[in-house]
């Protein structure tokens, strides 16, 4: 038994140690780069606010939505947290069932299929980070598999910031929504986020972005070398920490002006803007 122990014990550190030599190194605007050449990264934004709305609301609402942002178009704070809850749990039990496939036993070969995983999992953080910022008022990401602008990088490390619990990225956050809820144009709004008051703060949140994913998925890695329950521990692991990191946008978003209707309704009768007029 004691020879078995020592036997099992060896077999787990080389795991650890293969793992750790093949994500100790992650840094996440790469992984995000690659990313955005999977199918599945862009959500697209006109079609998947008129899905998600038009259960609730006439078509000229659910238009203006689009145009504007929900919030604009009188679409109250209640729905749209409840929207985001399904689409959480939506996308949760997506990447968890793609987990779990690609973690079936495979013994040490599966080790150098971590890689890939990492990326299939910004892809998917990615893909509910942009639902539920069209459903809280944020712009379209304009995400393009060729190029990644290094605005939308900004804003996708700040976001994913929040999502991995990094101090300072909800205050990121803030300022973007504050941008753009006050009447902010495209192109300055943009400008501050490569050069204002945001800038500084993103590249430490994109490292320690780095930092944390690497321990999970150090932990998702070595699940894949346990035989018959690799797959089960991997899709487990993957739905306990996506859909935190899920939640933890969510809740930087929801007290946002951003997606507050009143907000848009007291400018209006402040005459600040009107129906026609862009907020973006």
């Known amino acids: ?20 030599n093949t994500v100790s190194n992650l840094n996440a605007e790469d ?5 955005m050449k999977l199918p599945v990264v862009k959500a697209n934004r006109e079609k998947f606010l008129h899905k998600e709305l038009i259960k609730y609301y006439p078509e000229d609402v659910v238009d203006l939505a689009i145009r504007k942002n929900p919030a604009y178009a009188g679409i109250e704070k209640e729905r749209i947290n409840e929207v985001s809850k399904q689409v959480i749990n939506y996308e949760t039990n997506k990447v968890s069932a793609i987990s779990f496939a690609a973690g079936m036993p495979g013994g040490f070969a599966m080790v150098a299929t971590v890689p890939a995983d990492i990326v299939q999992y910004f892809a998917y ?28 990088m900004n804003q996708i490390m700040i976001f994913l910031g929040v999502m991995f619990g990094v101090q300072g990225a909800n205050a990121g956050v803030k300022k973007i929504a504050e941008a753009a809820a006050k009447k ?6 943009q400008k501050a986020l490569t050069k204002g008051t945001v800038y500084p703060i993103v590249k430490k949140i ?46 930087s978003f929801k007290d946002l002006y951003l997606c507050d209707p009143q907000y848009y309704k007291e400018l209006q009768s402040q005459s600040i803007i009107d129906i026609d007029t862009e907020i973006f």
């Open 125 to 152: 953080m990615i893909r509910v980070m942009q639902k539920l910022a069209y459903l809280y008022g944020f712009e379209d990401f304009e995400l393009n598999e060729d190029t990644i602008s290094d605005d939308t």
């Open 1 to 20: 038994m004691p020879k078995e122990k020592s036997k099992t014990e060896s077999v787990l550190v080389k795991a650890k140690n293969a793992v750790a």
């Open 31 to 35: 992984i995000v780069q690659q990313a």
């Open 184 to 189: 902010v144009s495209k192109s300055l709004a």
């Open 206 to 251: 994109a490292q320690a972005v780095g930092i944390k994913m690497t321990k999970q998925i150090f932990a998702e890695g070595v699940s894949k070398i346990v035989p018959l329950i690799g797959g089960a521990v991997t899709g487990g692991l993957s739905y306990i920490t996506f859909k935190p990191c899920a939640k933890k946008l969510k809740n």
